[in-house]
């Protein structure tokens, strides 16, 4: 997928919100461009879902702006929101009612003609491959099912931004996949989308940029193949093995620093410079009398850059999650 040039369909300049005397964001700018798929990850507690309530015009900045099509939300954030499609970690449905009854009163909250809404939630249905059953209730859905649904009522009025807070938590894989399958169809229609995720791997997978929150501040951006170099981090090898290590064993192996010590021997954890080293390191130690029982590699991914930049993992707690 490819960044289109021209005016951003989803803008946030400078947006702020407060709770009492603490700032849940401070001074936040992104922008979201047709076709764009940008993920948004953070601790618990970072500002991701304040910074998605913002962007849906669901909830006012206590300063900045959010701009919609280059025109600002706050000017008529009826006319503006539905453009958009917020689609919460929480499930926003009505138990009792059907898969079907569910999208035409998400369709004619957006908008659409009873002509339109009948024709968009059969779409929507087959879409998120729930077109055979469309006239179960929601409350004999399996979670998987219901995510999908979730997921049908934000695309039913074909929003132009969609901002997904969590899509797969707790899905199966089958439900996972067809979720990640429709993001993507829906950003190469040209619907610029906002990714909020736990799930590393998704992020790595569907997303063009991604944006790094903590403590309610942008703290870092690009691409997934620039987060992962800004975070520093090398290639790794862990190793176990019988023998002892003299001290000084590594002298002369450029760019091999062991790290993470561990509490008993034969374990070790080493960084390299690159990945054509292992040959050399094994011979090494091979000299040294250690005999390698098993060991496994390990390439720098987004959440060692996340863990490097933040200093904590997604599921860390803070006091006041947001």
Not at 81 to 102: E, F, I, K
Not at 268 to 279: C, I, K, N, P, W
Not at 291 to 310: E, M, R, Y
């Amino acid at each position: 997928m490819k960044q289109s040039a021209g005016t951003p369909i989803l803008q946030a300049i400078g947006i702020s919100k407060r709770y009492d005397r603490r700032f849940a964001l401070a001074d936040v700018s992104l922008e979201v461009r047709a076709g764009e798929i940008v993920g948004l990850l953070g601790p618990n507690g970072a500002g991701k879902t304040t910074t998605l309530s913002i962007l849906s015009t669901l909830l006012r900045p206590d300063s900045g702006e959010v701009l919609v099509m280059g025109s600002r939300a706050s000017d008529d954030p009826r006319k503006t929101g539905r453009l958009l499609a917020l689609v919460p970690q929480t499930l926003a449905l009505y138990p009792s009612l059907s898969a079907t009854q569910n999208l035409w009163h998400f369709s004619r909250m957006q908008g659409l003609s009873r002509r339109d809404a009948l024709r968009a939630c059969e779409l929507a249905l087959q879409e998120v491959g729930l077109a055979d059953r469309p006239n179960e209730a929601l409350s004999t859905f399996s979670g998987g099912l219901a995510r999908r649904l979730n997921l049908a009522c934000g695309i039913v009025h074909h929003p132009a931004a969609l901002l997904l807070d969590e899509p797969t938590v707790g899905v199966d894989v089958q439900s996972r996949e067809q979720i990640l399958a429709l993001v993507r169809r829906r950003a190469q229609t040209g619907v610029g989308v906002i990714y909020s995720s736990h799930y590393m791997d998704e992020v790595e997978r569907i997303c063009d940029r991604v944006l790094l929150i903590d403590r309610g501040r942008l703290i870092a951006g690009g691409t997934v193949v620039e987060l992962i170099a800004l975070g520093g981090r090398k290639p790794r090898m862990e190793l176990t093995y019988r023998g002892s290590l003299r001290e000084g064993w590594s002298q002369g192996l450029n760019g091999i620093a062991e790290i993470a010590p561990v509490a008993r021997e034969g374990q070790l954890t080493l960084e390299m410079a690159s990945f054509g080293q292992v040959s050399e390191l094994l011979e090494r130690l091979r000299t040294c009398g250690v005999n390698v029982i098993d060991f496994s590699l390990h390439s720098p991914n987004l959440s060692d850059a996340f863990i490097s930049l933040t200093g904590r993992t997604l599921r860390d707690s803070v006091q006041d999650p947001i």
